[in-house]
């Protein structure tokens, strides 16, 4: 079945330092991977859409220079939260589809549990 | 108006017990529909997507009624391992471009 590897699973980290996330996908190609966050009892709410060799598209409120997104290859893509703040402590998930005719569909990330102390 | 709304939750049943959850959706352009089943801090699980003919999986039932933009999960014979928040999402229209938006979910706890 279609796997999407996420690293680190949890991360504590200082203010004003910057974590990067990664999610790969191990089995398919994603041209496009999505990146959400979750506070606490709320929703997952999407931050932005990741495209392969272009630009991301981020979601109104969600600052592009603070919350990096690069997607360099078929397989990989990568959230950098920049300058982190305790407001930015949350679970940030990525998704990703496999390609048309498979047998799954969108799959999920194991999550990153970051903390901003 | 939330794009996908669900039953605010908790819901505490005994073990054995029948639960129906309820979510409407608010883009009547919506064309996927599923349940997904969440346990505490972890990623979001598929149970199961939801087919306008409405349709079964074991002890799972759900029913999507288009007209009236409505979803609904039920699970007969709750298990303790039921135990989990369930999501109701959507997704707005088809091709694999496009992100799944989430109810806030309902938490579901089987008491023995």
């Known amino acids: 079945g279609a796997v999407v590897s996420q690293h680190p699973s949890w991360v504590i980290c200082k203010s004003g330092t910057s974590v990067k996330i990664e999610c790969r996908s191990l089995?398919?190609?994603?041209?496009?991977m999505f990146w959400y966050r979750q506070f606490p009892k709320q929703s997952l709410m999407l931050m932005a859409t990741?495209?392969?060799?272009?630009?991301?598209?981020?979601e109104q409120g969600v600052e592009k220079d603070k919350f990096l997104i690069n997607h360099a290859s078929l397989t990989l893509s990568t959230l950098t939260v920049t300058s982190a703040h305790p407001e930015d402590s949350s679970f940030y998930i990525c998704?990703?589809?496999?390609?048309?005719?498979?047998?799954?569909?969108?799959?999920f990330g194991s999550g990153t549990r970051l903390t901003v102390v | 108006r939330k794009e996908v709304e669900q039953d605010p939750g908790p819901f505490n049943v005994p073990e054995g017990a029948t639960v129906a959850f309820n979510c409407t959706y608010s883009?009547?352009?919506?064309?996927?529909f599923f349940w997904y089943r969440q346990d505490c801090r972890k990623e979001p699980k598929l149970l199961m997507s939801?087919?306008?003919s409405g349709n079964e999986d074991g002890r799972f039932t759900a029913q999507l009624n288009r007209a009236s933009q409505y979803i609904s999960l039920l699970i007969r014979d709750s298990k303790l391992s039921d135990s989990a928040t369930y999501l109701c999402v959507v997704s707005p229209r088809g091709g694999g471009n496009t992100p799944l938006v989430f109810g806030k979910g309902t938490r579901l706890s089987v008491i023995a």
């Open positions: 939801v087919y306008s």
């Open positions: 990741s495209n392969e060799g272009s630009k991301a598209t981020y």
């Open positions: 883009n009547s352009a919506s064309q996927s």
């Open positions: 089995d398919f190609q994603a041209t496009t």
């Open positions: 998704s990703a589809r496999p390609p048309v005719g498979a047998v799954y569909g969108y799959t």
